[in-house]
C-alpha cells in the first residue's frame, strides 16, 4: 500500500513539474520576469515555514549558511530568473526538454568539486544528451541558435550546478528542509528585484497571478513534498524513471493549455537528451553507504539513509 501511494505521489510530481513549464508561458508576459519569480519563490518559502513547525524543520547550521546562500542563488533565485526571461520566446515543451539535461551538469559539477569519478558511460551519455540539446535548439532556430534558447540553457546549468551543491546538506538535514532553506534564501536574494517589476506586478491580469500562485503552491511547494515522500519509498531506478516522464508530459500539457505544436526533430531531439540522460544514470558508480553518525539512531539514522537515497536522484524541472 504504501509503495502504491509512493508511486501516486511521484506521478503527481510529475504532473506539477511539468505543468511549471506551460504556467510560466502564462504568468511571465504578465508579471515580468523578476515580479514571477518573487510571487513564485515568496509564495513557495511562506507555503513551506506554514509546514515547518508540524514538519520538526530545523534551523540550518551557522556554518551551513554559505553553502545554503550558494544553493539558493543556483536553484532557486539564477534558475527562476533565466526560465522566466526564457520563455518569454522558447515554446514550453522545448524548454522542459532542455531543462532535462540539467543533471549532467550535476555530474559534470560533482567530478570537479566532489572528485567523483566519472565512467566511460557517463562520458558517453553526456555527450549523447548534449546532442540532443543542440538538435532541439537547431529546431528551433536554424542554423542559429537564438539567445533566448542560451538563456534556457543558462537555467539547466544553474539548476545542474543546484544539486551537488545541497549534497552536503543532506549529509544532516532532511530534502524539505533543505528545500525550505532554498525558498526563503531564494526569496531574500530576488526581492531587490523588485522595482524592476512593480509597475508589471500592478498592472498583471487576475489569470496571471494565479498562474504564479501555481507555480508557487504546487510545482515548488507541494512538489518538493511529495517528491521527498516518493523517494523515501521507491528505489532509486524507479524515481529516477518517473522523472524521464516529464517533457513529454509538458510538451502533451502545453498542447492542450497552450496550444503549442512540438516539431518532429524537436521530439525525436528529446528522445536523444532522455536517452542520454539515462546513460549517465547508468554508468553512475556505485555508492558506498556511509557510515553511521554516532548518537544518530532510530528516526534520525532513517532519515540519514532516505537522503543518501535522495541525493542519488537529480530533480528534472520545477
Request: proline share 6%; charged share 10%.
Amino acid at each position: 500500500m504504501r509503495t502504491g501511494r509512493a508511486w501516486v505521489a511521484g506521478l503527481v510530481v510529475v504532473l506539477l513539474w511539468a505543468s511549471a513549464f506551460p504556467a510560466i508561458r502564462v504568468a511571465a508576459p504578465a508579471l515580468g520576469v523578476a515580479g514571477l519569480s518573487l510571487v513564485r519563490l515568496a509564495t513557495a518559502a511562506i507555503a513551506l515555514l506554514l509546514v515547518a513547525p508540524f514538519a520538526h524543520v530545523r534551523l540550518p547550521e551557522r556554518r551551513q549558511l554559505p553553502l545554503v546562500l550558494a544553493a539558493a542563488f543556483a536553484g532557486m533565485t539564477a534558475y527562476q530568473l533565466l526560465l522566466n526571461w526564457g520563455e518569454l520566446h522558447v515554446p514550453a515543451g522545448a524548454a522542459s526538454i532542455i531543462v532535462a539535461a540539467a543533471p549532467l551538469v550535476s555530474v559534470g559539477t560533482a567530478a570537479l568539486t566532489l572528485g567523483e569519478r566519472l565512467t566511460a558511460t557517463q562520458l558517453v551519455g553526456s555527450a549523447v544528451a548534449i546532442a540532443g540539446v543542440a538538435v532541439v535548439c537547431l529546431v528551433r532556430t536554424g542554423a542559429t541558435v537564438s539567445t533566448a534558447l542560451w538563456v534556457v540553457v543558462g537555467a539547466a546549468v544553474v539548476q545542474g550546478v543546484y544539486h551537488p551543491l545541497t549534497k552536503p546538506l543532506l549529509r544532516t538535514r532532511s530534502g524539505l528542509e533543505v528545500a525550505t532553506y532554498g525558498q526563503v534564501a531564494g526569496t531574500l536574494m530576488t526581492m531587490p528585484l523588485l522595482p524592476l517589476g512593480w509597475h508589471q506586478l500592478a498592472a498583471a491580469s487576475g489569470g496571471a497571478w494565479v498562474a504564479a500562485f501555481y507555480l508557487g503552491l504546487l510545482p515548488s511547494a507541494v512538489g518538493f513534498a511529495l517528491w521527498g515522500y516518493a523517494v523515501a519509498r521507491l528505489p532509486v531506478a524507479s524515481s529516477t524513471s518517473l522523472l524521464y516522464l516529464v517533457p513529454p508530459v509538458t510538451v502533451l500539457i502545453a498542447f492542450v493549455w497552450l496550444g503549442e505544436r512540438p516539431r518532429l526533430f524537436e521530439l525525436l531531439g528529446g528522445l536523444v537528451v532522455i536517452a542520454g540522460v539515462l546513460l549517465v544514470r547508468r554508468g553512475a558508480p556505485t555508492v558506498a553507504a556511509e557510515p553511521s553518525v554516532r548518537g544518530v539512531t532510530g528516526d534520525d539514522e532513517r532519515l540519514r539513509l532516505v537522503n543518501l537515497e535522495a541525493r542519488a536522484v537529480p530533480e528534472v524541472g520545477r
